[in-house]
C-alpha cells in the first residue's frame, strides 16, 4: 500500500532563516505531489504541484519554493522566512487526477 | 475554474442526531467532488468521493453524500453523530482530466458533538 510521510512535524524558526520541508511517497511511482499550506481560518491554499522529476509549477507567488529531486520526494524550501509563512503545511500526492492522499502534516511558527 | 462553498463554519449537534455540513460548488466542467475530514494537527483524511458515477456516495464512519447538479451541492451527512465525529470538515472540487489533481478547497465547518 502506499504512504506518505513528511517531516518535521514541527517547527519554530526565526524570522530570516531558512526552511526545507520534506515529502516522500511509498508504495508508487510517478505520483503526481502536492504541497497545501492551512493557515488559522483561510482554509487549504495550493502552492505548488509537480507532475514529475523536475517538474514544478507554482500556484501563489511568494517566497517558498519547490523542488522535486527524485520521483517520490517532494521538497518545500525558503532562503528567508517571514512571519506571514507560519502555518499549517501539508504534502499530498495523487495518483493522476483523482483524490488526494494527505501526509501527516508540518506546524511552522515563524518568530 | 471551481469553486466551494461551505455554509456554516461551525455546526453542533447532539450526540445520535442527524449530521447534515452543506456543500456548493461552482465548475465550468463536471466535476469531481470529495469530504475530507481533519482531526486536530493531523493530514486530511478522504471520507468519501464522487466522480460522475452513483450520485448517493457512502464513505467511512457512516457517512454519505447526494450530488445534486440542479442544486451544485453535496452535502454530507450522517444519520446519528458520534463523540468521535467532532472534526473539521472540506469540501473540495476539482475539474478532472488536465486539472492534474489540483483540488478546490472549502473553507472548512467544525463540527461539535456534545453528549
Known amino acids: 500500500s502506499q504512504t506518505i510521510h513528511q517531516w518535521p512535524a514541527t517547527l519554530v524558526q526565526p524570522v530570516g532563516s531558512p526552511l526545507s520541508l520534506e515529502c516522500t511517497v511509498e508504495?508508487?511511482?510517478?505520483?503526481?505531489l502536492y504541497w497545501y499550506r492551512q493557515a488559522a481560518g483561510r482554509g487549504l491554499q495550493l502552492l505548488f504541484y509537480?507532475?514529475?522529476?523536475?517538474?514544478i509549477s507554482s500556484e501563489v507567488p511568494q517566497n517558498l519554493s519547490a523542488s522535486r529531486p527524485q520521483d517520490r520526494q517532494f521538497i518545500l524550501s525558503s532562503k528567508k522566512l517571514l512571519l506571514s509563512d507560519s502555518g499549517f503545511y501539508l504534502c499530498?500526492?495523487?495518483?493522476?487526477?483523482?483524490?488526494?492522499?494527505f501526509g501527516e502534516g508540518s506546524r511552522l511558527t515563524v518568530l | 475554474a471551481q469553486s466551494v462553498t461551505q455554509l456554516g463554519s461551525h455546526v453542533s449537534v447532539s450526540e445520535g442526531a442527524l449530521v447534515l455540513l452543506r456543500c456548493n460548488y461552482s465548475?465550468?466542467?463536471?466535476?469531481?467532488l470529495f469530504w475530507y475530514v481533519q482531526y486536530p494537527n493531523q493530514g486530511l483524511q478522504l471520507l468519501l468521493k464522487?466522480?460522475?458515477?452513483?450520485?448517493l456516495v457512502k464513505g467511512i464512519n457512516g457517512f454519505e453524500a447526494e450530488f445534486k447538479k440542479s442544486e451544485t451541492s453535496f452535502h454530507l451527512t450522517k444519520p446519528s453523530a458520534h463523540m468521535s465525529d467532532a472534526a473539521e470538515y472540506f469540501c473540495?472540487?476539482?475539474?478532472?482530466?488536465?486539472?492534474?489533481?489540483?483540488?478546490?478547497f472549502g473553507q472548512g465547518t467544525i463540527l461539535t458533538v456534545h453528549p
Open positions: 499530498a500526492w495523487s495518483p493522476g487526477d483523482r483524490e488526494l492522499f
Open positions: 508504495g508508487t511511482s510517478n505520483p503526481n
Open positions: 509537480s507532475v514529475g522529476i523536475g517538474q
Open positions: 465548475s465550468s466542467v463536471p466535476p469531481y
Open positions: 464522487y466522480t460522475s458515477a452513483a450520485t
Open positions: 473540495a472540487v476539482s475539474g478532472g482530466g488536465t486539472s492534474y489533481g489540483k483540488l478546490t
